[in-house]
């Protein structure tokens, strides 16, 4: 029952700066935990970011340490990952997920999502 669509996936020159938005459309947007995935031809959907339901407390893949933020504005139902410093490795098919259990853990793993937008690409140029 949670629409979520990804948007400001594009082309971007290594080194740039992105951001992409996910709007959710559940009433309840503040008590769901927020993740953000990427997935790249041929590899697995990867994690990397989320945001707690509660207190807004974050996690991030070691990959992106320093140089992504993810954020969440509960009054536009709306989570944000600040994309900075790109490099080629980034590019991926980048997708925004829900997790609607209000479990203690902030969620890392795909299984912990019930809730999936269609992705928005970004291209990081070398």
């Known amino acids: 029952q949670v629409q979520l669509v990804e948007s400001g996936g594009r082309l971007v020159q290594a080194g740039g700066s992105l951001r992409l938005s996910c709007a959710a459309s559940?009433?309840?947007?503040?008590?769901?935990?927020m993740g953000w995935f990427r997935q790249a031809p041929g590899k697995e959907r990867e994690f990397v970011a989320a945001?707690?339901?509660?207190?807004?407390?974050?996690v991030y893949a070691d990959s992106v340490k320093g140089r992504f933020a993810i954020s969440r504005d509960n009054a536009k139902n709306t989570v944000y990952l600040q994309m900075n410093n790109l490099q080629p490795e980034d590019t991926a098919v980048y997708y925004c997920a829900a997790d609607v259990s209000r479990q203690a853990t902030i969620p890392i793993g795909v299984n912990e999502y019930a809730y999936w937008g269609q992705g928005t690409q970004v291209t990081v140029s070398s």
């Open positions: 559940g009433r309840t947007f503040s008590r769901y935990a």
């Open positions: 945001i707690r339901w509660s207190g807004s407390t974050t």
